[in-house]
């Protein structure tokens, strides 16, 4: 029987460490959840002899341990391609194929990138005996903290295929729902570009010939043509690369501010702000951590380490802080309902769905219901904003275009008269 040493969460989410004598890790953690604790990792403890006998393993791979501040870490992989991988690899596993050749395989077929690096460096990992979220959590911008926590959730709880599936799904809703936002928005703003470009370019090139023309005619122009004239004088005299700059300056503004903890929180309130738009970016919050957390509790994590996951991955800044009141209050004893309703960020029918699931001991299915539902929400909002916003455009041009030509055509009477009366 051999040594093993743990480390664990409590019942209230505090950290344990100990040891414990079992014939394998898997008897192992089945004693750690017998003491009360969830084992997030168990490892044998090597005595003199595995000391000795690590020595000469170490050396015939070539000095792993000198070569192992060279393993470098992967940069971020495309989301498309990593749900792929983990679909793919959730399939080889459930099929009995062992983890390190399921790995190997998903690496030969991968075309050459980032991910193909992170699976070979993976699949590295584990053939030196390390776990597959040890190996993951190595590469943290490739495999985020969801992803390698919820992975050591399967392997814990012997259930990597089922708990792959899950993670997968996950990641294609959510990719779904960016995917419908982002091309709902590509519309509006390529007309608005183009419209601003436009009507750049006529101040510009159009609007100085009638100002040649009024000049030689000598009279005296209308307030609203001056204004115009004006206009049109100071844009094509260089301040119309502030017209461009501006959107791009407020852009990298809101982008430094939100470097900070508090600058990430004052641009995340002005977002939920902003009518229509604060109201879609609210409800995709909420979906988003509705379904982290959901997903999380499903595949095992202990809700409060679960909950620091999704404050991290919240996407929002206000929602983040919440989550972190939430997991204040159920340390202190609370449920997780009440302080979630005191941060009033969401409806009280998603408070009272929470509620409802807590008492009836299925949280996790209550909360992938309210992120589906918020879903749908948004995507019945992107749609109805998509739409009004075509003709509030299409308003807005005709108004613009139509107040040019109107400025420029105003003088024509009184032009007309003084050439009359020169005849």
Not at 6 to 34: C, F, W
Not at 244 to 263: E, H, K, T
């Amino acid at each position: 029987m051999a040594t093993f040493t743990y480390e664990a969460l409590n019942s209230v989410g505090q950290p344990v460490k100990g040891e414990v004598d079992a014939t394998s890790s898997e008897d192992a953690i089945s004693k750690v959840r017998a003491m009360g604790n969830f084992p997030t990792k168990i490892k044998e403890k090597a005595g003199r002899a595995g000391a000795a006998r690590a020595a000469p393993a170490a050396g015939a791979r070539g000095g792993a341990q000198a070569r192992a501040p060279q393993r470098r870490t992967v940069g971020a992989v495309s989301k498309k391609l990593l749900t792929q991988f983990t679909r793919q690899l959730s399939t080889l596993v459930d099929a009995g194929l062992p983890l390190l050749r399921s790995l190997r395989i998903l690496e030969a077929q991968q075309k050459p990138g980032m991910l193909r690096v992170a699976i070979r460096l993976v699949a590295d990992d584990v053939e030196g005996g390390a776990t597959l979220s040890e190996a993951m959590a190595k590469h943290p911008k490739a495999f985020d903290r969801l992803y390698s926590n919820m992975v050591r959730a399967g392997e814990l709880g012997g259930v990597l295929d089922l708990i792959l599936q899950r993670l997968a799904d996950f990641m294609e809703k959510s990719q779904a729902l960016k995917r419908k936002v982002i091309s709902a928005m590509i519309y509006p703003i390529a007309v608005i570009t183009f419209a601003v470009l436009i009507l750049v370019l006529l101040m510009i090139f159009v609007v100085p010939k009638f100002k040649d023309i009024y000049a030689g005619m000598g009279a005296k122009l209308p307030g609203l043509t001056q204004g115009l004239l004006d206009t049109s004088e100071a844009i094509a005299g260089g301040w119309w690369i502030a017209v461009v700059a501006l959107p791009i300056g407020i852009w990298m503004g809101f982008r430094l501010l939100s470097q900070s903890d508090g600058g990430r929180y004052f641009v995340d309130s002005i977002k939920l702000k902003i009518p229509i738009f604060g109201n879609i970016v609210s409800k995709t919050s909420v979906a988003r951590f509705s379904r982290t957390l959901g997903t999380l509790l499903s595949a095992g994590v202990p809700i409060l380490e679960a909950l620091t996951i999704t404050r991290e991955t919240s996407g929002n800044e206000v929602f983040g802080r919440a989550m972190g009141k939430v997991y204040e209050g159920i340390r202190e004893g609370e449920s997780f309902a009440d302080p979630l309703r005191q941060a009033k960020i969401v409806e009280p029918m998603v408070v009272n769905m929470i509620d409802v699931g807590e008492e009836t001991g299925e949280l996790d299915k209550m909360l992938t219901k309210v992120a589906d539902n918020y879903d749908e929400e948004v995507e019945t909002l992107v749609a109805g904003m998509t739409s009004l916003l075509e003709p509030a455009m299409v308003i807005t041009l005709g108004v613009i275009v139509g107040t040019i030509v109107l400025a420029l055509f105003l003088p024509m009477p009184r032009m007309l008269d003084i050439i009359q009366g020169s005849k």
